[in-house]
């Protein structure tokens, strides 16, 4: 959120000018899809020193215009922030700007300047002084549905937890919740999110932590946030929406190293403010020449909008046995949505049997899938420089070990007599659960359990008798 506070000699000054930026920020101007969330306090010369340093400080016209000094002592309790100073037609001269420049002042608005030239010098200001962020936002993205841009980003979660990262997996897909559904983050619709679009809560550390679901019990390092469940409004261009969401992004921020987005059906304003914070966008194609066009034109609608710090990664993900050789994908992909070398994943995900099998089982494409698919989301990782390329031989084994311990956390929840069972047949572990570990791995997770190796343990029920409570997914598409 972007704190504003309005300084001036009185009340009456101080109320027109706060009344005079709400009406520029109106939501109905599409201008402010470009502004952050905005908090506008007004505050007297004396108030200031009780009071955090804001983002942007807008000095009024009439303590300007009675003792110009006072600029310098507001500069100096409020370093930090960037000062904006409204003057009056009869201190337009260079003489008096000059002053206020030496003062502190770092731009001026004249009192009849337009809401658009407002909004730009608050863009410019609040990017100079903005705070840098601690955490990544990786958007993953894709030209259409069925490519396998939910799949991607789940396994892109779990990679970054096993990497020792807390991570923040963003649904936005409000037609189907694949992602919240594929890892059973129940409820898979967000009324605690739907309360704050709707300002029915403050956006505040405590709302936000509501608005998030654990993936896995006895893990708080990955949390899921499903969507809302009235999706016509989140992408109404009429609503700050995007706004809203850039402040429950920044409250993640403080909490979570990553947030990683499944863009799903985004599109509106909520998509343009995502690519314009991202840091990253992992771009998911497919082998499959149906796709091409869209993805092309998905690819050409977002590099406008990305930071120019912004990356873009193109990796190709084989959702078929048929289609374009991977060559001839690359080459064709690449001329036609002008892809550098540098912007594709060297490592393609390939097809695999048992991927198909994490929709719905609270895993992810990671932990379903072989070792050629680990090795391609790993490959997102190092590309991204979270580990660097020189240490992914120590990742695979951390994440290799990490994947066991979690096989067998998630084998002794499901077999446990104190927990009902009810296994989604999709989980593989739903007829026959194969644990590869040995001796001090399972010594070290619970001496008290007997060492087991490459042992086929056999769990109750049959996929027919527990295919009626996977109902819910098997009619969904694989995203």
Known sequence: MLKVVIVDSSAESRNSLVKQISNYLHPARKETEFLPRM??????????????????????????????????RIKK?????????????????????????????????????????????????SRRKGKSRSGKLLLVDSGKGGVGATSVASGLAEV???????????????????????????????????????????????????????????????????PIPNADSLFDPRLPNGRMLVSVLEVLDASYDCIVVDLA??????????????????????????????????????????????????????????????????????????ITENEWIDKKIPLCKTGYKWPGSGGTLYSQGNERVRAAIKKIVCKLGIVEEKNQGLLHSALDF????????RFRAYSSEDIPRQIPSSFPGAQKLLLSTDHDLVAGFNESLEPINHKEINCPGTSEEVSDSSNLITSARLS
């Open 160 to 226: 970054l937890v096993d990497t020792g990262k807390r991570v923040a997996g963003l649904d936005l897909d409000v037609e189907t919740q694949d992602l919240s559904r594929f890892l059973q983050a129940r409820p898979f619709l967000n009324e605690n999110l739907q309360a704050i679009f709707e300002s029915a809560r403050p956006i505040t550390q405590e709302f936000v932590d509501e608005c998030t679901v654990k993936v896995w019990e006895n893990d708080d390092r990955f949390v899921c946030i499903p």
């Open 39 to 72: 908090s506008i306090r007004p505050l007297s010369p004396q108030e200031i020193r009780f009071h955090e340093s804001p983002d942007i400080c807008i000095v009024g016209k009439e303590l300007v215009r009675s003792d110009l000094t006072e600029l310098g």
């Open 77 to 125: 309790v409020f370093s930090e922030s960037a000062i904006l100073v409204e003057i009056s037609e009869d201190l337009e001269s260079i003489a008096v700007i000059e002053q206020l420049a030496r003062y502190g002042a770092d731009d001026i608005i004249a009192q009849d300047i337009s809401a658009q030239d407002f909004i730009r010098k608050v863009i410019l200001l």
């Open 265 to 338: 059906s985004a599109r509106s304003s909520i998509l343009r403010t995502l690519y314009r914070v991202a840091d990253a966008v992992i771009f998911v194609v497919n082998n499959d020449p149906a796709t091409l066009y869209a993805s092309v034109e998905r690819l050409g609608q977002l590099r406008p909008n990305l930071a120019p710090e912004a990356e873009v990664l193109v990796i190709e993900n084989s959702t078929a046995s048929f289609g374009l050789p991977s060559s001839v994908l690359r080459r064709e992909f690449s001329r036609a949505a002008k």
């Open 402 to 409: 990490s994947k066991k311990l979690r096989k067998f956390d």
